[in-house]
């Protein structure tokens, strides 16, 4: 079946550096991809939709220079936490968007921990 | 707005034993429903959905679930439990019938199947 890759599946990084997480999709073309935050014993919270070839739209709340992201080709989008701070510390999943056969579906990474010290 | 109630954010069954994980949802308009799991280091796969064609819906791995609109409920049923089904498990709200535009998660629910 259809598969979304996500990388790193963790990373610990010190607070002021820059993290970057990749997301795939392996077989099949993403038109939109989709970015979720996840904080502990909270829902996962959409952050932002992106379309190939386009500016990202961010939901309210969440700052775009601070996560930004690229959609450059139809396989691949990247979110980079810039100066990431503490309280980025979160679980961040990405979601691609594709057609299997008649069907167009929402297909998940595995997630990225990220733990700001 | 759409938003999602998960009941419990842990929930243990036997094996064997009858497994219901419950959803409310609130929506203005028609929503489309969905359940979502995730096993340990994997991503999310989706269950089953509601797309209003009929109530009760039949999923993967032998769930199922039943939409209750006088209820605004949504609840995650399997006769009974496998080991292989300790899990998270997601339910989520949109107002596309794909789930493929935004989509709003419940928090939750761990499920423990003990043998």
């Known amino acids: 079946g259809a598969v979304v890759s996500q990388h790193p599946s963790r990373v610990i990084c010190k607070s002021g550096t820059s993290v970057k997480i990749e997301c795939r999709s392996l077989?099949?073309?993403?038109?939109?991809m989709f970015w979720y935050r996840q904080f502990p014993k909270q829902s996962l919270m959409l952050m932002a939709t992106s379309n190939e070839g386009s500016k990202a739209t961010y939901e309210q709340g969440v700052e775009k220079d601070k996560f930004l992201i690229n959609h450059a080709s139809l396989t691949l989008s990247t979110l980079t936490v810039t100066s990431a701070h503490p309280e980025d510390s979160s679980f961040y999943i990405c979601?691609?968007?594709?057609?299997?056969?008649?069907?167009?579906?929402?297909?998940f990474g595995s997630g990225t921990q990220l733990s700001v010290l | 707005a759409q938003s999602v109630t998960q009941l419990g954010s842990h929930v243990s069954v036997s094996e064997g034993a009858l497994v219901l994980l419950r959803c409310n949802y609130s929506?203005?308009?028609?929503?489309?429903l969905f359940w979502y799991v995730q096993y340990p280091n994997q991503g999310l796969q989706l269950l089953l959905k509601y797309t209003s064609a009929a109530t009760l819906v039949k999923g993967i791995n032998g769930f199922e679930a039943e939409f209750k609109k006088s209820e605004t409920s949504f609840h995650l049923t399997k006769p009974s439990a496998h080991m292989s089904d300790a899990a998270e498990y997601f339910c989520?709200?949109?107002?596309?019938?794909?789930?493929?535009?935004?989509?709003?998660f419940g928090k939750g629910t761990k499920l423990t199947v003990n043998p």
């Open positions: 989520a709200v949109s107002d596309a019938p794909g789930g493929s535009e935004k989509l709003v």
């Open positions: 929506s203005s308009v028609p929503p489309y």
């Open positions: 077989d099949f073309q993403a038109t939109t």
């Open positions: 979601s691609a968007r594709g057609e299997t056969g008649e069907d167009e579906k929402l297909f």
